[in-house]
């Protein structure tokens, strides 16, 4: 397993932009899929974004796709969601979370919460109207 940590969460304007940063240890992170969740008050953890061990291959929530960008730097076990165009029903807790391990060539990117094993504790990202 990774332990992960989050950071880059904050208060937002409607249209406005966040970075998050998801920072590993460990040193099979590239072994991991990555992902992007997130929880509302009063709602169910839902999939955001999700990358691929090597990051060949990502996959978004059609209620963020082509707003929000998941990225990877393997070399310094980082995972990154670039947050644009931010809406008030972006505001929720995120967490990233790892899945795996995969093998080396693995393009899988899997979307269920059961199957990431490793959290990280979340930041929370509130978008005003």
């Known amino acids: 397993q990774v332990q992960l940590v989050e950071s880059g969460g904050g208060l937002v304007q409607a249209g406005g932009s966040l970075r998050l940063s998801c920072a590993a240890s460990?040193?099979?992170?590239?072994?991991?899929?990555m992902g992007w969740f997130r929880q509302a008050p009063g709602k169910e953890r839902e999939f955001v974004a999700v990358?691929?061990?090597?990051?060949?291959?990502?996959g978004y929530a059609d209620s963020v796709k082509g707003r929000f960008t998941i990225s990877r730097d393997n070399a310094v076990n980082t995972v990154t969601l670039q947050m644009n165009s931010l809406k008030p029903e972006d505001t929720a807790v995120y967490s990233c979370?790892?899945?795996?391990?995969?093998?080396?060539?693995?393009?899988?990117?899997?979307?269920?919460?059961?199957?990431?094993?490793?959290w990280g504790q979340g930041t929370q990202v509130t978008v005003s109207s």
């Open positions: 990358i691929s061990v090597r990051g060949g291959v990502t």
């Open positions: 460990g040193r099979t992170f590239s072994s991991y899929a």
């Open positions: 979370a790892a899945a795996g391990p995969y093998s080396s060539i693995s393009v899988y990117v899997p979307r269920r919460v059961s199957e990431y094993n490793s």
